[in-house]
């Protein structure tokens, strides 16, 4: 049974940061590109940053340069560091593979930028 668990959410003020963590069970992560995404009240789901099994990353334009995604393979663990982080940042961030599975959601980790 895979399952993804997400941590590392919190309050910070404009221009803080914050790092996610996600652990994952299953074979998932080993063979999946994995991705982090985040849904903001009254908005769709997006992804803002990928990373593939050979660790190439990819990011929404959105946090281009203020955000940088990692993994490591031997804690099955998939990281998303959050810099220079703005109000509108403000979302739940879940991660997934991506594509996404919808089996695969989490309860997701809570971030809050005050402004």
């Known amino acids: 049974q895979v399952q993804l668990v997400e941590s590392g959410g919190g309050l910070v003020q404009a221009g803080g940061s914050l790092r996610l963590s996600c652990v994952t069970s299953?074979?998932?992560?080993?063979?999946?590109?994995m991705g982090w995404y985040r849904q903001a009240p009254g908005k769709q789901r997006e992804l803002v940053a990928a990373?593939?099994?050979?660790?190439?990353?990819n990011y929404a334009d959105s946090v281009n340069g203020r955000f940088t995604i990692s993994r490591d393979k031997a804690k099955n663990t998939v990281y998303l560091q959050m810099n220079s982080l703005k109000p509108e940042d403000t979302a739940v961030y879940y991660c997934?593979?991506?594509?996404?599975?919808?089996?695969?959601w989490g309860q997701g980790t809570q971030v809050t930028v005050s402004s």
């Open positions: 990373i593939t099994t050979g660790g190439i990353p």
């Open positions: 997934n593979s991506r594509p996404y599975i919808d089996y695969y």
């Open positions: 299953g074979s998932i992560f080993s063979i999946r590109t």
